[in-house]
């Protein structure tokens, strides 16, 4: 297709494709003539993922630059790939460590995770702020949310594993991530009332 | 204690403290002359309910005299607490109902809750977006997400009806919903992480 049908079928306007195009984080096309060339389904699917990461992930085009590339390098492992993904959507990670408090949780809960890496550093941050406003997060009630988080962690992999191609699987990371958040807040005041109700 | 030492007691400037007796939401203390009063523990349990719905919840003070309300009224029962300050917490809701994916979850799951309430319309809106941004939220993922925000919902409660007060009840409802919500967040991309690395 054209690259104006592209940008029909993606609903993304013409000169934001071709800024993609010189910023290299959509590929080129087939050169059909000096001017011109033919773009496929790939360009469809990569369009959707960088406007996946601009619009929802709030990610630079630097970064999107990083998961693009991540996505063009030979082979790297699924598990890479979304740690890449989910590393850009971090944005700088401070270096100041877990703390006490989640690097203890971590290690309780037997999770490989990467205890000086930005989430668990970000954890570290809002569970000290949570303390700070009083809510009463003993090691046991950390536990118990970070059991029913893994829960929904588990689900998040399982659609991401599902994904016909890696582009579509990060697709699905940044999407899944940045969007279903909203949607898990809600639910888990929905089921407030739920199990306020049933209590009483 | 004279209104100087509430201020010390909880971080609050005395202006403020005046500005929340003549609005009604921290109840007068007991005269001790034409212009001095004597306040107790009670009211820095108050003073720091406000500040959290306040300072967390971003709750106006007219919402908080709602909550405070109910407070003051008499015998309510602690659901109908709970329900009142998450309403608060919902701002005003829309005409709309939950629409007939969140319709049919909910009546699936077989959850007592208000299905025309600002949370169901709320948890609605956030799964359109997401499905709209290519989230696959099929049935079956809305229903295991549901489960796993149930679990946290029961964590939730178990920590609200341990409280011993129901303003601290109230307290805990208002920051564990709203301080919670980020460390939940943060939970969710840390167990990401390690439900990669176990299947890689």
Redo the contacts between chains.
Sequence with gaps: MRISQLAERTGVPVHTLKYYLREGVLQPGTPTSRTSADYGEEHVERV?LVR?LV??GGVPVAGVRTIVEALEAPPP???EL??TA?CTL?GPGGDEGPGEVVADL?EG?G????AD?P??A??GR??E??RA?????SED??R??????????????D?A?AAGSPAEAM??VV???V??????????????????????
Tied chains: 1, 2.
């Excluded at 406003?133 to 997060?137: E, H, I, N, S, V």
């Excluded at 118990?144 to 992999?157: I, P, S």
């Excluded at 969007?179 to 639910?187: I, K, T």
């Design positions: 959707r996946a619009e929802h492992s699924r598990h979304l740690g989910h971090a971590l809960l999770w490989r995770v990467w890496g989430f668990a970000a954890l809002a569970v702020a949570a406003a009083g809510a009463p997060l009630v950390l118990r949310y970070a059991e029913a988080m893994r829960a929904v962690a588990e689900v998040d992999l659609l594993l697709h699905r999407v899944g991530t969007m279903v958040d909203p949607v898990l807040l809600a639910l888990r005041r929905v089921a407030q009332e739920a199990a306020s109700a049933e209590r009483a």
